[in-house]
């Protein structure tokens, strides 16, 4: 299957998002993500101990206090931290890792595939939503998506 198949089926399946590392400051990426997702309809749930909600949602310390199934986990943290994060994810049941633009890890990658976990390195999530669902193209993007027909 197509790396680009196999991304839109994700954005159009799984609903609920963890984000680790997700910033309280508009102006980070992670902040603007998750609120293009959020106002896009999915559920963000938070993950930083540094804050109490962010985007008006409680803030979880980690993936296990989250009180809800989670289908994706989304990493906004170093390849370097992504491991402890993929067991973490394999332990909650998620269905997806998925690491943000710069940042992939074969053990990580390994581990949660292994498990039973999708996994997509090097993507934002916004970015292939917008690609895939609408959003980029009006902007001058080249989205590489040109088709006569509409997405499934």
């Known amino acids: 299957m197509d790396d680009g198949d196999k991304v839109r089926r994700i954005l159009g399946r799984y609903r609920v998002i963890a984000v680790v590392g997700l910033s309280a400051q508009w102006h980070r990426p992670s902040y603007f993500a998750a609120k293009y997702l959020q106002e896009h309809g999915y559920r963000v749930i938070p993950v930083n101990p540094a804050y109490d909600t962010i985007l008006g949602e409680k803030c979880y310390k980690r ?34 890792l998925w690491m943000q633009l710069g940042v992939e890890n074969a053990e ?37 998506v040109i088709s006569a027909r509409r997405a499934p």
Do not use: Y
């Not at 993936?63 to 402890?84: G, H, N, Q, T, Y």
């Open 108 to 144: 990580a990658r390994a581990r949660a595939e292994a498990a039973g976990l999708e996994v997509v390195e090097n993507r934002c999530m916004k970015i292939e939503h917008g690609r895939f669902f609408g959003g980029l193209g009006w902007a001058g993007v080249n989205t590489k």
């Open 63 to 96: 993936l296990a206090d989250i009180p809800e199934k989670v289908d994706v986990v989304d990493c906004f943290r170093k390849s370097s931290e992504i491991p402890a994060i993929a067991d973490e994810a394999i332990a909650i049941g998620a269905k997806v």
